[in-house]
């Protein structure tokens, strides 16, 4: 008998997590986005693994590097935790298709909207997509998501999306009350 798959939460970071100022990579810079730590929690409780899936086109540009970008995942992952809204893995994407330099110049399959980063978590974590649930801010994520069989993706704080088949709120808070 197959074990049952797990529900996942899979949020962007830029514009979900914190603050999008553009090339977030030092923790003095960061503001998290009002309600994130609550909604994480919800989901926890409910028993989604939470996920970050997330374009670094910074690394690709060369405004920073892997090992920064690293420090600065494991400062957040310590503020989730400290919040007791613990992320249970972060995926990202450090390439670009036409801005990127040297090795990171490159068209890839992990880049949104392509799906590369969800069906690796997936395949990694034993996640169910179809019962999972995607919360970004970009057109990108939304179709990522779809591509990865995900029915449940919210766009948040654009007031754009219905038209395209997926769900747009206001805020976290919104979300986390309407699906925990």
């Given at each position: 008998?197959?074990?049952?798959?797990?529900?996942?939460?899979?949020?962007?970071?830029?514009?979900?997590?914190?603050?999008?100022?553009?090339?977030?990579?030092?923790?003095?810079?960061?503001?998290?986005?009002?309600?994130?730590?609550?909604?994480?929690?919800?989901?926890r409780?409910?028993?989604?693994?939470?996920?970050?899936?997330?374009?670094?086109?910074?690394?690709?540009?060369?405004?920073?590097?892997?090992?920064?970008?690293?420090?600065?995942?494991?400062?957040?992952?310590?503020?989730?935790?400290?919040?007791?809204?613990?992320?249970?893995?972060?995926?990202?994407?450090?390439?670009?298709?036409?801005?990127?330099?040297?090795?990171y110049?490159r068209?890839?399959?992990?880049?949104?909207?392509?799906?590369?980063?969800?069906?690796?978590?997936?395949?990694?974590?034993?996640?169910?997509?179809?019962?999972?649930?995607?919360?970004?801010?970009a057109?990108?994520?939304?179709v990522?998501?779809?591509?990865?069989?995900?029915?449940?993706?919210?766009?948040?704080?654009?007031?754009?999306?219905?038209?395209?088949?997926?769900?747009?709120?206001?805020?976290?808070?919104?979300?986390?009350?309407?699906?925990?």
């Amino acid at each position: 008998m197959m074990p049952e798959l797990k529900r996942a939460l899979f949020l962007d970071r830029d514009g979900v997590i914190n603050v999008d100022i553009g090339y977030l990579h030092r923790p003095e810079d960061c503001t998290f986005v009002p309600g994130i730590f609550e909604l994480v929690r919800k989901a926890r409780r409910a028993g989604y693994g939470v996920f970050v899936v997330t374009n670094q086109a910074g690394i690709a540009r060369g405004y920073y590097d892997e090992r920064t970008f690293d420090a600065f995942t494991a400062w957040m992952l310590e503020r989730f935790v400290a919040e007791g809204a613990p992320i249970t893995q972060v995926y990202y994407c450090p390439h670009h298709p036409t801005a990127g330099l040297g090795e990171y110049k490159r068209h890839c399959e992990c880049r949104k909207p392509a799906p590369g980063m969800f069906l690796r978590a997936a395949r990694e974590h034993g996640i169910d997509l179809e019962r999972s649930v995607m919360i970004g801010d970009a057109e990108t994520d939304m179709v990522a998501a779809e591509q990865a069989g995900i029915q449940a993706r919210y766009l948040v704080g654009t007031g754009q999306g219905h038209e395209r088949g997926f769900c747009s709120v206001a805020s976290l808070n919104e979300l986390a009350k309407m699906l925990f």
